[in-house]
C-alpha cells in the first residue's frame, strides 16, 4: 500500500512480527520506541545524478540507530496511524544532518573515483594514437633514409627529381602526423581542464535534501498492520559513461583529496 504521510508527524505502531528477515537483525527495537526522519539527498554533478534515502531515527531512551537499522523500520507493517502529540527531538535533525554530510563526503569521493577512472581510458587513448603515430612516422622515416642513400649512389636528372619530389611529401606527412599528435594532446589538456573544474566546482555545491515526513513510532508484536511502502525514489544512473556520452573529455591525474577535504572542512565550519 502506497501511503503519503506528508510533511506533519505522526505516530504509529510497528509490528516486529512482520519483519521479512532474520529476528536477530530487528530484536534490539522489542520494546523499544522513538522518532524516525526520512529524507531524499540529491547531488547533481558531470557524472550523473546521485540520490540516496536517509533514514534518521533515535530512540526515546537516547539510542541513535544506525542508518542500517533506522532504514529496516520501512519494512515493517504498521498500525494505529495517529496525530503526533509530542515534537521530535532535536537530536532528530542533528543526525540528519549529519548523515546528510556523509552523503557529501561519499559523494564527491565518487566522483573523484570516477574522475581517475576517465584519467586512466583518456590516457590510454593518447598512448594508443601516439603509438600509432610514431609507428607511422618511423616507417615514413626509413623510406626517406632509402630515398637519401639512393641519392647518395647517384641517379640521373629524371630520377633524382621524382625522388626530391617523393623526399618533399614524405617531410610534409612527417610533419602533419606530428601535428596532429600535438592538436590531439592539446584537445585532451582543454577537455580535461574544463570536466576537472566542474568536479572541483561540485565540492562546493552542496546539492539539496528533501524532507519527506517524520514518525514517531512503537514496536510491537503478535498484531496485524498495513504493510506501507514509502515514496522514495531509486538512484538514477550514475557513471564515468554518462560523461562520455555527453562529451568526449580528458582527465587529468592531479590529486584532488586534499581539495577535497580542504574545501567540505571549510564549509562545515
Known amino acids: 500500500m502506497l501511503l503519503d504521510i506528508g510533511e506533519f508527524p505522526i505516530e504509529l505502531d510497528l509490528i516486529l512480527d512482520g519483519y521479512p528477515g532474520p529476528w536477530r537483525e530487528i530484536q534490539s ?82 566522483n573523484l573515483r570516477y574522475l581517475e577512472e576517465e584519467a586512466d581510458r583518456q590516457s590510454d587513448v593518447l598512448k594508443g594514437f601516439e603509438a600509432r603515430c610514431l609507428a607511422l612516422i618511423e616507417k615514413i622515416e626509413l623510406r626517406i633514409r632509402d630515398h637519401r642513400r639512393e641519392l647518395r649512389q647517384g641517379v640521373d636528372d629524371v630520377r633524382r627529381a621524382e625522388i626530391q619530389a617523393r623526399l618533399t611529401r614524405l617531410s610534409a606527412m612527417t610533419d602533419e602526423l606530428t601535428r596532429a599528435l600535438r592538436q590531439k594532446a592539446d584537445t585532451i589538456r582543454a577537455e580535461t581542464d574544463a570536466l576537472e573544474n566542474l568536479v572541483l566546482s561540485g565540492l562546493t555545491d552542496f546539492g539539496e535534501v528533501e524532507h519527506r515526513f517524520t514518525v514517531r513510532w512503537r514496536a510491537r508484536t503478535l498484531r496485524t498492520g498495513r504493510r506501507v511502502r514509502f515514496p522514495l525514489e531509486q538512484e538514477e544512473p550514475y557513471s564515468a559513461e554518462a560523461w562520455r556520452n555527453r562529451v568526449q573529455s580528458g582527465i587529468s591525474t592531479a590529486n584532488t583529496m586534499e581539495d577535497l577535504a580542504a574545501i567540505r572542512g571549510l564549509q562545515q565550519e
Do not use: N
Not at 520506541?33 to 537516547?62: I, K, Y
Not at 544506525?66 to 509530542?86: F, I, N, Q, Y
Open 29 to 110: 527495537l522489542r520494546h523499544r520506541s522513538g522518532w524516525l526522519m526520512v529524507s531524499e539527498a540529491r547531488m547533481v554533478m558531470p557524472f550523473g545524478t546521485w540520490r540516496r534515502q536517509l533514514c534518521a531515527g533515535v530512540t526515546d531512551h537516547e539510542e541513535v540507530l544506525s542508518p542500517w537499522l533506522a532504514g529496516k523500520l520501512l519494512t515493517l507493517p504498521v498500525t494505529s496511524m495517529r496525530d503526533a502529540e509530542h515534537m521530535p527531538p532535536d537530536a532528530l535533525d542533528e543526525i540528519m544532518d549529519a548523515l546528510y554530510w556523509d552523503f557529501l563526503g561519499s559523494s564527491d569521493l565518487k
